[in-house]
């Protein structure tokens, strides 16, 4: 079993050992966490492209030591200007695949040049550089895209342009393979060359718009030069003396500060880890925040969300009454698209760097936009066609988004920087590492090693499972079944909850880095 591995000054966590890798040489060649995180971003992009890419959203939450606080950073897409609910009328809902899927701008490209203009030493050229070289010369395909190639090679195979790229003479390419993305390569360079509006407002975004309009896709070129990133304020929560930090909507982050606020009712001190209780304590905690994410999530443009009240202890004094230790709540929820890229960078001088990046479902919309190279995301299809939901579809309107990066303080410092790929799975999968941590004393790899659960509907299934890591024992998943769980048992190591990472910074300065056996990743720090 692996463990966590330690630096003196820096750390590095993705969920790819190329992307820890690049970022790592950025720090090395002068670079801070910001430059670094975004050559990870980026390489991730190129080397994790089932889960993310620069047709994809990107959320960051970022301490700066010098200033001394939190920020964040939405780089979340908007809805069209010419698209509504009428576009798809005679339909029950929006597709979640194809073109007509694609009804949000990409906004992890303008997140980059943001970040970089306001914090970075380096150029963006210098911090693509690897994300090029890896694009243009190609790289060993990991065994996660080759399964998720796998999974979705009907559907990869009926795509143009798309089957091409990855599913070659109709195969999904072997793991170890050389993978090989020259038009997206072409693109990087683009960029690295003309800067964030060569994506927003010139060469790419021309070559993306003429290939969607041409393709019946319902995205304009004002609809990408409109498009700007927002530097916002965290929403923040206390858990037993630690600041919890978390995106604010558009994102669901506050319910990771909900779920913490309920289980602060109860002494995990005097309960197993590992045990019924635990799990079910977790499980019904988080049940009960989705009730009011489901409710009020959104743009908050749109409609106002009453973040005051849903985070006040108050709040949570109410929500745990309602918690019954030997009965699981019946509840319903939508599926989530769960195909995401989490990472994290600490560098020397202290900044801390924890952000996340998407195309929403594994390989996104499935259309690659003709000669960008570049995969488009579906994240717009989670919209609502049913003008009473909160999150129903309106023109240049950002939608419901799962990414949250979380990052917990201790006497005004990062102490924990963590967050996870899963959809509905991130805020659980949070919560169990951070509990893991803050409770029961675990290292940054130690708890996420620990065996895991995701409950929750995925597309197709009509029922909302528990599902459960197979080394849980027996006895604690017969007590789940009982007390009303519907529990199905998965590997002993399985991607289905998530892929979590998290680097702590210790008494000592030390830079305690884990990454999840369940992907690919690796923490390099020195």
Not at 21 to 27: D, K, M, S, V
Not at 151 to 171: A, E, N, R
Not at 520 to 526: F, L, P, R, S, Y
Request: charged content about 20%.
């Amino acid at each position: 079993m692996q463990k966590s591995i330690i630096g003196t000054k820096a750390m590095v966590v993705s969920p790819h050992y190329l992307a820890s890798a690049a970022g790592a040489r950025i720090l090395q060649k002068g670079g801070n966490a910001y430059d670094a995180a975004i050559a990870v971003s980026a390489c991730l992009a190129v080397v994790y492209p089932h889960m993310t890419g620069l047709g994809g959203d990107s959320f960051w939450l970022m301490y700066n030591q010098k200033a001394g606080n939190m920020r964040a950073y939405n780089g979340s897409g908007r809805s069209g200007s010419e698209i509504s609910r009428e576009t798809f009328t005679g339909e029950k809902a929006i597709p979640h695949r194809g073109i007509r899927s694609i009804i949000t701008v990409p906004g992890m490209v303008d997140s980059w040049e943001a970040i970089l203009s306001e914090y970075g030493r380096l150029t963006l050229a210098e911090v693509l550089e690897p994300a090029i070289t890896y694009a243009a010369e190609g790289f060993p395909l990991s065994n996660n895209q080759y399964e998720n190639t796998v999974y979705q090679l009907p559907l990869l195979s009926q795509m143009p342009i798309t089957s091409d790229i990855y599913v070659p003479g109709g195969q999904a390419p072997q793991t170890g393979s050389k993978f090989i993305q020259k038009q997206l390569a072409q693109s990087l360079r683009e960029l690295a060359a003309e800067g964030r509006d060569s994506f927003y407002k010139g060469t790419i975004a021309n070559k993306i718009v003429a290939y969607l309009q041409e393709n019946g896709g319902l995205l304009t070129l004002a609809d990408f030069a409109n498009h700007h990133g927002e530097w916002t304020t965290p929403v923040t929560g206390n858990y037993r003396g630690y600041d919890i930090y978390q995106v604010p909507p558009n994102s669901q982050g506050f319910v990771g500060i909900m779920a913490l606020n309920i289980l602060e009712k109860y002494n995990l001190n005097e309960i197993p880890h590992g045990s019924y209780e635990y799990y079910h304590l977790l499980v019904e905690a988080l049940k009960l925040s989705f009730q009011d994410r489901n409710r009020v999530l959104t743009d908050p443009e749109f409609s106002s969300i009453p973040l005051e009240q849903l985070l006040s202890k108050a709040y949570a004094e109410q929500l745990a009454q309602k918690l019954q230790m030997n009965l699981a709540k019946p509840f319903q929820t939508e599926p989530l698209g769960s195909d995401t890229a989490y990472a994290a960078v600490v560098d020397e001088e202290g900044n801390a760097v924890s952000f996340i990046q998407s195309l929403y479902f594994e390989f996104g919309s499935g259309v690659v936009a003709g000669e960008t190279g570049i995969l488009m995301q579906n994240r717009g299809s989670f919209f609502s066609l049913d003008p009473n939901h909160v999150n129903c579809l309106e023109p240049n309107k950002r939608t419901f988004h799962t990414l949250m990066p979380a990052m917990a303080c201790r006497a005004g410092k990062p102490y924990i920087l963590y967050g996870t790929q899963g959809g509905e799975g991130q805020p659980q999968t949070q919560t169990a590492i951070i509990t893991r941590m803050l409770d029961y004393g675990m290292d940054p790899q130690s708890a996420i090693n620990q065996p895991r659960f995701v409950w929750g509907k995925t597309w197709g299934e009509d029922t909302q499972e528990l599902k459960v890591e197979g080394r849980v024992s027996q006895e604690t998943l017969d007590r789940l079944g009982q007390a009303g769980h519907l529990v199905r048992k998965v590997a002993d190591y399985d991607s289905v909850v998530g892929h979590a990472h998290a680097i702590q910074i210790d008494d000592n300065g030390f830079r305690i880095g884990g990454t999840d056996p369940r992907a690919d990743g690796a923490a390099i720090g020195w």
